[in-house]
């Protein structure tokens, strides 16, 4: 088992940044794929971002590309996600997620997910 748990969310007027974390414990492993997703009320879960673990190589939704890097830091089993340039549409619920090795962008590819941390963005 896999627990994760989001931190770094809140309240942002647009143009602002945020910057969220989500830590890894128990069994993580370096094949692991990490993921950031987003959701609203009513919505399905939405990829923002991936990473391999091991290389780091990422994949971005074309929504947040050139505005949102997604990073790790393998030390501290711990991913993050830099927002910049945050618009309204952004807010969300996010939810970091893990697999144990690569199978895809969609939210059944993954095996564990934390509970969320809020995104509000203010026009």
């Known amino acids: 088992q896999v627990q994760l748990v989001e931190s770094g969310g809140g309240l942002v007027q647009a143009g602002g940044s945020l910057r969220l974390s989500c830590g890894a414990s128990g069994r993580t492993s370096t094949s692991y794929t990490m993921a950031w997703f987003r959701q609203t009320p009513g919505k399905e879960r939405e990829f923002v971002a991936l990473?391999?673990?091991?290389?780091?190589?990422?994949y971005y939704a074309d929504s947040v590309k050139g505005r949102f890097t997604i990073s790790r830091d393998t030390t501290k089993n711990t991913m993050y996600l830099q927002m910049n340039t945050l618009k309204p549409e952004d807010t969300a619920v996010y939810h970091c997620?893990?697999?144990?090795?690569?199978?895809?962008?969609?939210?059944?590819?993954?095996?564990?997910w934390g509970r969320g941390t809020q995104v509000t963005v203010s026009s």
């Open positions: 990473i391999r673990w091991t290389g780091g190589i990422t």
């Open positions: 997620a893990a697999s144990t090795y690569y199978r895809g962008t969609t939210s059944t590819s993954f095996d564990y």
